[in-house]
């Protein structure tokens, strides 16, 4: 026997198509359910833990600039030129670049 174990849905839905006997509907529920409360308790918690992460990769790299004899507080030049992962200015390069590689190949399409 299949059990949805509610605490831990994220309502992802992934558990319906399986499903062998179409059993498993997904409703909303009020926010001040248990269910809601704890996921948003996890996703506070992962946002946290990804934070943390990006401070952890940070600290590495300064840490390797250091070992490499640059001066401190120095990083190469690309880490300082490039904004951190995960920062609005970081997606909106990438976005940028993308647009660019797109027009490019277009343009090459184009061409005679």
Do not use: F, Y
């Not at 299949?2 to 309502?11: K, L």
């Not at 996921?39 to 992460?53: D, I």
């Not at 401190?72 to 990438?94: D, F, L, R, T, Y």
């Amino acid at each position: 026997m299949h059990t949805v174990i509610a605490d831990e849905c994220t309502g992802c839905e992934l558990c319906v198509a399986p499903c062998p006997v179409d059993c498993i509907a997904l409703v909303a529920m009020p926010s001040t359910h248990p269910a809601m409360t704890a996921r948003s308790s996890a996703a506070a918690l992962a946002r946290a833990r990804h934070h943390a992460r990006l401070a952890r990769l940070s600290r590495q790299a300064a840490e390797r600039a250091r070992k490499r004899g640059a001066p401190p507080g120095a990083e190469s030049s690309a880490q300082v030129a490039a904004p951190a992962i995960g920062s609005p200015e970081h997606k909106s390069n990438a976005i940028a670049a993308a647009q660019a590689r797109a027009r490019a190949r277009r343009d090459r399409a184009d061409a005679p």
